[in-house]
């Protein structure tokens, strides 16, 4: 090489770094506009118990939704240019129609008596799509192996004692019934002496608000090996065995087939609702076809029993840092450092529901997914584990090098430009038995091929319960890992080459 070229080399290199020392900079001056005295605003406002819990579909999710248009607009975030403007609505919202099977589920009658939902029946799944008449049942008592071994009905009476703990029962029904379920069983019916203290301890997990999207391909169906699990009232026994007590029964041993008479029946009572993502779209320049997305869920699970669950961590957190996030990025374009390529903030509903606000975007995306470069998301970001009690600051990343290493090495680049946290990738394993990876937003981009990171702090004992309120937050801990997010979504949307696919999505 001559000397005048390699002086050529070197002035060339050191003006490029130069322009990734300026871009650094830059990203820690707007990062900064990220303060948790503004995440603590928001949130304080979206986990009030005005808003209900935030159920997709009711009242505090539009609420929500309406605070964040609002931000977004007075952010100077101009409405979305939806090339086919029936996809938007009031210029922030994209609607997508819901079926909700609530008030619908599973009656039982015995005799003159019908048990329903938590009043003398707990279900834990509606694979039941018409009525039946049951006539027989099989004995299987305490249902220990030998007896599981005799199962052979289409219907199993099975009873507990009371003995057990709830854990240890559901811990065992967790072994039982697939056994039974690999025998063809299609109702088991286990009868109790405790079903008060079960609907008491149960009843806010099972059987409430189904929902799916309407027109879906993915409609929830009878499976061809689908089976009914009900817990019954034990009362309800000596009317459900036609031919003898309850009491004599329970002396026969296990495998018995006795009469009975009762009539299981399925009503669908489907609602239809309408629930929105919201979208502000900070339109890039040179690259601005090319879009970042993204995403954290604002809806929650709403109120039980006149309880509020108002999903402060889950996911409020998330939810105020698309608005701070959402803001730094509008303000850094008003003072002509708008992102290159286009970044699309989008609050999402109906995660809690089966992840239906983001599943409805992937299938009627409002900007091409070929042209969808990565999607960041948050769902969680404000707590501490206990696997973290005495650990520094850190932040679990999830599915950042499943589609691209390069999306792993930006995220880790982001991570020195400043926040420093500890990049935790236990729930990154492919083996993770929490399968954590296919349990929020993100996945939906990423089984469309769009390489996705979810940023997470982990589970606490206020998850989906009523304590998961402000109070809790660290807020110095979910600046940190908003800024985290803000680095990452600022290298992708202005670096030189969209960041490469080099590994093949899994099923
Ligand atoms: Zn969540």
Do not use: C
């Not at 931000?71 to 819901?98: C, H, M, N, S």
């Not at 009503?267 to 629930?275: H, T, V, W």
């Not at 996030?325 to 374009?333: H, Q």
């Not at 908003?482 to 202005?494: E, K, P, R």
Request: proline share 4%; hydrophobic share 40%.
């Amino acid at each position: 090489m001559t000397r005048i070229a390699s002086y050529v080399f070197v002035v060339l290199l050191f003006s490029g770094a130069n322009v990734v020392a300026q871009n650094d900079s830059l990203a820690l001056h707007y990062a900064r506009t990220i303060t948790s005295d503004e995440l603590r605003a928001h949130l304080i406002v979206l986990a009030s118990d005005s808003f209900m819990g935030r159920d997709t579909g009711k009242e505090g999710q539009k609420m929500a939704a309406a605070y964040l248009k609002e931000e977004f607009r007075t952010a100077g975030i101009p409405p979305v240019p939806a090339p086919d403007p029936t996809v938007i609505t009031e210029g922030y919202y994209q609607p997508y129609k819901l079926i909700s099977e609530h008030g619908g589920g599973i009656s039982m009658s015995v005799g003159e008596e019908t048990m329903r939902l938590k009043d003398g029946l707990l279900y834990f799944s509606e694979n039941l799509d018409s009525d039946r008449s049951v006539d027989q049942v099989q004995w299987l008592a305490g249902g220990d192996e030998r007896s599981l071994r005799k199962a052979a009905g289409k219907v199993v009476l099975l009873q507990e004692d009371g003995a057990r703990s709830t854990k240890e029962l559901m811990a065992w029904l967790g072994v039982t019934l697939p056994v039974l379920k690999s025998k063809g069983i299609e109702v088991v019916l286990l009868a109790t002496p405790r079903m008060a203290q079960l609907v008491d301890e149960l009843g806010q997990h099972v059987g409430g608000g189904r929902m799916r999207l309407a027109n879906d391909e993915k409609k929830p169906s009878r499976r061809a090996n689908s089976m009914q699990f009900m817990f019954i009232d034990g009362k309800a026994v000596d009317d459900l065995v036609t031919d003898m007590t309850w009491g004599k029964l329970s002396k026969k041993k296990a495998g018995r087939v006795v009469s009975a008479a009762a009539e299981i029946r399925y009503r669908s009572g489907q609602e239809e609702l309408i629930a929105e993502n919201v979208l502000a779209f900070i339109e890039g320049t040179d690259k601005k076809d090319e879009i970042i997305v993204l995403t954290a869920h604002y809806d929650h699970i709403g109120v039980e029993n006149g309880v509020v669950y108002n999903g402060a961590d889950d996911d409020g957190t998330g939810t105020v840092a698309m608005i701070e996030i959402a803001e730094a990025f509008a303000l850094a374009k008003a003072q002509g450092h708008g992102p290159r390529r286009s970044v699309l903030v989008m609050p999402v509903s109906g995660e809690e529901k089966g992840l239906l606000g983001s599943r409805y975007y992937s299938e009627h995306p409002v900007f091409p997914l070929e042209n969808t470069v990565a999607d960041l998301n948050i769902d969680m970001i404000g707590r501490v584990d206990s696997a973290h009690a005495d650990s520094d600051p850190y932040i679990y990343v999830i599915g950042s090098d499943r589609l691209s290493s390069e999306l792993h090495a930006v995220n880790e680049r982001a991570n020195s430009m400043g926040p420093d946290l500890v990049l935790d990738y236990t729930f990154n394993a492919p083996d993770d038995p929490n399968r954590f990876y296919y349990r929020s937003d993100h996945y939906n981009f990423a089984r469309k091929g769009v390489p996705s990171i979810f940023y997470f702090s982990g589970v606490h004992e206020d998850y989906h319960q009523p304590g998961d309120d402000v109070e809790k937050i660290m807020f110095d801990l979910l600046v940190q890992r908003t800024h985290l997010v803000f680095h990452t979504a600022w290298i992708l949307a202005n670096q030189e080459d969209r960041i490469a696919v080099d590994k093949v999505s899994e099923p």
